[in-house]
Each structure stands twice: as structure tokens, then as C-alpha cells.
């Protein structure tokens, strides 16, 4: 078992900042594929951004590129996600995930946190 608990959402003014973070309990970890995912108001749940094991493999959505970037310190058991530049369409309930070593979907998810862009 995994579990995951957000932080650091809140609101900030387009073209502003934030940092989440994500910390997590168990053994698995250090292992997994580690994801950020994001929910806004009356839409479905989209990727936005991964990182395996190794903090070398990334991967983000094509619309957060360049101004997301995700990291890992497996000694803490959390995952970041720092995010520049943000804009009003980046409002959203912000997920993070792991996918265990050898799963082909990510099986553990936080509880959320909300991020709100304001024009």
C-alpha cells in the first residue's frame, strides 16, 4: 500500500507560481513511476507530467511544457511539481499518483489539492 498526500496548491495571478508537493508512505516508492495528474470543473482527468525512478526520465503534457517541471527525492519520498507561467486553464484539482514497479496503471492517488490562475 501506498499512500499519497498533496501540498502546496492555492491561488496565485496569471504568470505567477507555485510548488506542490507530495509525500509519500510505503516501500514502494522508490521503485514506481511517480505522475501529476489534474481535474478542472466539468472536464475529465488528464496527465501532467511523470517521472521514473530515475529523475532523468520525465515526461509532460504537451500544454505544461516548458513551464512544469516534476522531480523526485526519493530520500524523502516525495515528488514535486514546480509550476512557472501559469495561466488561468492550469485552474485545477492537481493529483499525484504512483505506479509501482511491474503495474501498467497508476494504482495509488492523493487526495487532491486545489491550483487557481486568476486573469
Known amino acids: 500500500q501506498v499512500r499519497l498526500v498533496e501540498s502546496g496548491g492555492g491561488s496565485v495571478q496569471a504568470g505567477g507560481s507555485l510548488g506542490l508537493s507530495c509525500a509519500a508512505s510505503g516501500q514502494t516508492f522508490r521503485t514506481a513511476r511517480l505522475g501529476w495528474f489534474r481535474q478542472a470543473p466539468g472536464k475529465e482527468r488528464e496527465f501532467v507530467a511523470g517521472?521514473?525512478?530515475?529523475?532523468?526520465?520525465?515526461s509532460y503534457a504537451d500544454s505544461v511544457k516548458g513551464r512544469f517541471t516534476i522531480s523526485r527525492v526519493n530520500a524523502k519520498s516525495t515528488v514535486y511539481l514546480q509550476m512557472n507561467s501559469l495561466k488561468p486553464e492550469d485552474t485545477a484539482v492537481y493529483f499525484c499518483a504512483c505506479r509501482p514497479r511491474g503495474y501498467s496503471d497508476y494504482e495509488y492517488w492523493g487526495q487532491g489539492t486545489q491550483v487557481t490562475v486568476s486573469s
Open positions: 517521472i521514473g525512478w530515475s529523475s532523468g526520465d520525465t
